[in-house]
Each structure stands twice: as structure tokens, then as C-alpha cells.
């Protein structure tokens, strides 16, 4: 069994910054591809940004892209969000998630990823 913790939301100003955390157990986090997505308020679940096993290769959403950074220490089992310049549109439940393949594959696609955190909440005030 894994377990994804999510950790490092919190309310920011427009234009702030904010570092996600997500702490793996239960088993090696390595090699497998993770992913970030979120949820805003009463919308549907969204991908955001995805890396492959080494973090060698990674991908994010165009609304994103420039502003957020994702990264892994697979020493530590641990997957990051940098978010900079957020937006209030940013505003949403990130969620992290883990797959059973070290590859990227489908990974805008939510069925890819078998293991998921809670959720950290994200508020960006204008």
C-alpha cells in the first residue's frame, strides 16, 4: 500500500509563491511517474504538471507553464510544486499522485496514476 501527504497550501496574495510538498511511504516512491493536478471549487479534477522517474522528463499544463515547476528527491520519496506569480485563478484543492510506471505514458490523464493524496488547499486572493 502507498501513502501520498500533501502539504504546503495556504492562502497568497496574487503574484506570491507557494512550495507543494507531497511525502510518500508504504513503499519506495522510486521509479515510478507522479503527477500534479487540482480541483477547483465545484469543477472537475485537472492536471497541472507530470515527471518521469529520474526527473529527467517532466510536462505542465500551458496555463502554467513559466509559473510552476515540478521536481522530485527520490531519496527523500518526495514530490514538489514550485508555483510563482500565482493567480487567483490558480485557487484550487492540489491533489498528488503517483503511478506504477516509471514512464510518463497517458499522464494528462487521471486514470494513469493508482496512488492519490488528500489534497492540499490553494487560495490566491486578488
Known amino acids: 500500500q502507498v501513502q501520498l501527504v500533501e502539504s504546503g497550501g495556504g492562502l497568497v496574495q496574487a503574484g506570491g509563491s507557494l512550495r507543494l510538498s507531497c511525502v510518500t511511504s508504504?513503499?519506495?516512491?522510486?521509479?515510478?511517474?507522479a503527477a500534479w493536478f487540482r480541483q477547483p471549487l465545484g469543477k472537475a479534477r485537472e492536471f497541472v504538471a507530470a515527471?518521469?522517474?529520474?526527473?529527467?522528463?517532466?510536462r505542465v499544463v500551458d496555463s502554467v507553464k513559466g509559473r510552476f515547476t515540478i521536481s522530485r528527491d527520490n531519496a527523500k520519496n518526495t514530490l514538489y510544486l514550485q508555483m510563482n506569480t500565482l493567480k487567483p485563478e490558480d485557487t484550487a484543492v492540489y491533489y498528488c499522485?503517483?503511478?506504477?510506471?516509471?514512464?510518463?505514458?497517458?499522464?494528462?490523464?487521471?486514470?494513469?496514476?493508482?496512488?492519490w493524496g488528500q489534497g492540499t488547499q490553494v487560495t490566491v486572493s486578488s
Open positions: 499522485a503517483a503511478s506504477r510506471q516509471t514512464f510518463l505514458g497517458d499522464y494528462m490523464y487521471a486514470g494513469t496514476y493508482a496512488y
Open positions: 508504504g513503499r519506495t516512491f522510486t521509479p515510478n511517474a
Open positions: 515527471i518521469n522517474w529520474n526527473g529527467f522528463t517532466t
